[in-house]
């Protein structure tokens, strides 16, 4: 199926927004800059538009295979954004937890402490702001 860029761009905005969050999608939108709006752009399209709206996986898989790669990379300011989306996603917190001790054993313990201690501040901000309790 081929997809013109208009429909990619909406699609994508969409598919972002609803895995981040308005919030967090109007913060970048708002930020963007004219050295900055290729690159939103970009992750617009093609990160979200053509990735994320692909059939093969759900955006559950999904979200454990970029917590997983961020785990193993060290992207912990990504990986902070990327544990709430798993839960908009119908990621658990636990299984959130398992993701990261399976990283942790192929990517290395201070890869996997590191996303421990970003993963557990995310889900208080998560849970704080849904008005639950944070998972202890």
Not at 20 to 39: K, Q, S
């Amino acid at each position: 199926m081929v997809v013109d860029d208009s429909e990619r761009i909406r699609q994508g905005m969409s598919i972002r927004r609803e895995v981040l969050g308005d919030e967090h999608v109007d913060r970048a939108v708002a930020g963007t800059t004219a050295f900055t709006e290729p690159f939103q752009d970009f992750i617009t399209r093609y990160a979200w538009g053509e990735i994320w709206s692909r059939p093969g996986l759900s955006r559950a898989e999904r979200s454990i295979v970029t917590l997983a790669v961020l785990t193993a990379l060290r992207h912990e300011g990504e990986l902070a954004m990327h544990v709430k989306a798993a839960l908009r996603n119908g990621l658990t917190p636990e299984q959130i937890q398992e993701v990261l001790l399976q990283v942790a054993v192929y990517a290395g313990v201070p890869a996997g402490n590191r996303a421990f201690a970003v993963a557990q501040r995310a889900l208080a901000e998560a849970a704080r702001d849904a008005g639950e309790s944070a998972p202890g």
